[in-house]
């Protein structure tokens, strides 16, 4: 069985979301990488893999007008209960509540150039080398030019995990019209376990994709 093709709604129906991935709160890193950012100023930015919402609604927060989506909608339902109770108003810097969708990342619902941000705390670690082609072409597809693509995921070689890796950059994002910034170390705090993982920044580039679609 590979991660893609398992049932994530039985997952989050038995609750198992508990035992590995669940957050009680927003990332860390995500939090310290919107201080840097600066404010969201209303801008699109989308979370893939959003899971049960805390990272949305840090986007949210920091006032993007930002979308989750999932391939579970067991997983949205949670995420639209959290939200209901936690997001921010809306305001008049052009943020807004959150949005959810089911969606798959190799299929994204979306028209060219629809966002300045997007954000994945371990979607891409689970996918095999076909799904991330797929993945880095749709994420080229939805960003505007100048973008960025926050990227953080496994870097051990160990199942359920594939690793985040500059081999990986160079093959399937750069061709797609990304320039990497450094991989960086840290370790992906979840409520129960910690992964060792890498951080990156990716930029979508003004040039045209070179990949073959």
């Not at 070689?157 to 910034?181: D, I, V, Y």
Request: charged share 25%; with cysteine.
């Amino acid at each position: 069985m590979t991660t893609t093709t398992l049932d994530w709604n039985r997952t989050y129906r038995a609750g198992d979301h508990h035992k590995y991935w669940e957050l009680s709160q927003p990332s860390a890193e995500l939090v310290g990488f919107l201080a840097a950012l600066g404010p969201g100023a209303g801008r699109p930015a989308l979370d893939i893999g959003c899971g049960t919402g805390w990272d949305t609604l840090a986007l949210a927060g920091a006032g993007y007008r930002v979308t989750g989506v999932d391939i579970s909608e067991e997983a949205l339902h949670l995420a639209r209960a959290r939200a209901a109770e936690n997001a921010p108003e809306e305001s008049g810097d052009g943020s807004s509540r959150p949005a959810f969708e089911q969606a798959d990342v190799r299929r994204l619902p979306f028209e060219d150039a629809s966002f300045d941000l997007l954000i994945d705390r371990g979607c891409l670690h689970h996918l095999g080398e076909e799904d991330r082609e797929r993945y880095a072409r749709e994420t080229a597809r939805v960003l505007r030019p100048r973008g960025i693509l926050y990227l953080r995921g496994s870097r051990v070689n160990t199942f359920p995990f594939k690793p985040l890796t500059a081999e990986l950059l160079r093959r399937h994002f750069a061709p797609n019209g990304f320039e990497a910034g450094p991989l960086l170390p840290f370790q992906l705090q979840t409520d129960a376990m910690s992964l060792p993982a890498h951080a990156c920044v990716l930029t979508r580039t003004d040039a045209e994709r070179s990949a073959t679609p």
